[in-house]
């Protein structure tokens, strides 16, 4: 495990992040692109604030995501991941 | 899920312990949550300089007709000094919620419910607890808390009460900063022999929720995975030490 006692995780991007998204990016899957670990978002340790977000991997350190918001543009980076997989089950209420 | 922040009306406020307090809003929207969820929320300044942070949301899910949240202060913090000081009743602000569905627990799960906090990451555990309470089957639930001081225990008399319903819920608490004189939990941090004592067998299944600061969350989610606990059966959420989170 990476230890790094400034960094947060995935959960907190779901209001930012989540906003663009039609469904709960925490619990999307994450295939890390350098280790192959899988993780949900929401595990995910969380560096950058508000304009900028960056998501690691949680075993090998790996950015497996960035993601970039200019003036309501989002700008998403995930060749750091493999994969991202999705589950259709509804939304949580 | 309401992903466009809304106007929240402080209904009522309860403090916790001298640097937490608890915050009851009053949300026309509000569409109902998930136990552990959060929200966010926004304060612009007469400037437009905007601050948002993430708070856990700490009262039973469903779709009920407030929602608490509860807030530590953190002394040099831009948002925290002032819900847990300024903010009175009647004031309103903006809020945004419930968010995240990855570390939620419903109480129609069966499986025994292995709760593990640190500091104020009790906050979405309570909200786990309380939605068990209500519920009509009630999974064995475990909660192993660690706090710096007794004065520090969040929801104190509260989870004492939960003890003595003898509804298959127990308690071990850990203080790591020094006890008083009668105390009978444990005095140190919580490592992996804690951990084998107070949580459940990986043979027994358990959904494990762990949450608190990111080091607390780090250490604790290693040693049960090596208890032998699947990792997907191990559910984290972390805060930095700057993060400002609950």
Avoid at chain 1, 26 to 45: D, F, H, N, Q, Y
Avoid at chain 2, 7 to 28: C, G, H, N, Q, Y
Avoid at chain 2, 87 to 99: F, H, N, Q, V, W
Avoid at chain 2, 214 to 221: K, L, M, P
């Amino acid at each position: 495990m990476i230890e790094d006692a400034r960094a947060s995780d995935g959960n907190a991007v779901a209001g930012p992040l989540g906003r663009f998204f039609a469904f709960d990016i925490t619990r999307m899957m994450v295939i890390c692109a350098k280790c192959a670990s899988e993780s949900p978002l929401g595990a995910l340790r969380l560096y950058g604030d508000q304009m900028g977000i960056v998501l690691r991997c949680v075993h090998c350190g790996e950015v497996n995501l960035r993601a970039l918001e200019v003036k309501g543009v989002l700008s998403l980076d995930a060749r750091g991941a493999t994969r991202l997989i999705l589950h259709s089950t509804v939304d949580p209420l | 899920m309401l992903r466009d922040w809304q106007l929240a009306t402080v209904a009522a406020i309860r403090d916790e312990t001298p640097s937490v307090r608890t915050i009851a809003f009053s949300l026309p929207q509000w569409t109902g949550h998930l136990a552990g969820q959060h929200v966010d929320v926004r304060l612009t300044t007469d400037d437009g300089y905007q601050a948002e942070r993430s708070y856990s949301i700490a009262s039973p899910s469903g779709r009920t007709a407030l929602i608490e949240i509860t807030v530590e202060r953190i002394a040099d913090g831009e948002v925290s000094p002032f819900l847990t000081a300024q903010l009175a009743l009647g004031d309103t602000i903006e809020l945004r919620g419930p968010l995240g569905g990855y570390f939620t627990w419903r109480p129609d799960n069966p499986a025994p419910l292995m709760l593990i906090a640190g500091g104020s990451g009790i906050v979405p555990l309570m909200s786990m607890l309380r939605t068990r309470t209500k519920a009509a089957n009630r999974p064995p639930a475990r909660l192993l808390y660690s706090s710096r001081q007794f004065e520090e225990i969040i929801y104190r008399s509260e989870l004492d009460r939960l003890v003595t319903t003898n509804d298959g819920f127990s308690l071990n608490t850990a203080l790591t900063r020094g006890a008083p004189a009668n105390w009978s939990g444990e005095t140190r941090r919580v490592d992996g022999d804690m951990l084998a004592k107070y949580t459940f067998p990986a043979a027994q299944a358990p959904h494990n929720f762990v949450c608190g600061p990111t080091s607390f969350v780090e250490t604790v989610a290693d040693r049960l995975v090596a208890l032998g606990h699947q990792e997907n059966a191990i559910k984290t959420e972390r805060f930095g030490p700057t993060g400002e989170k609950r």
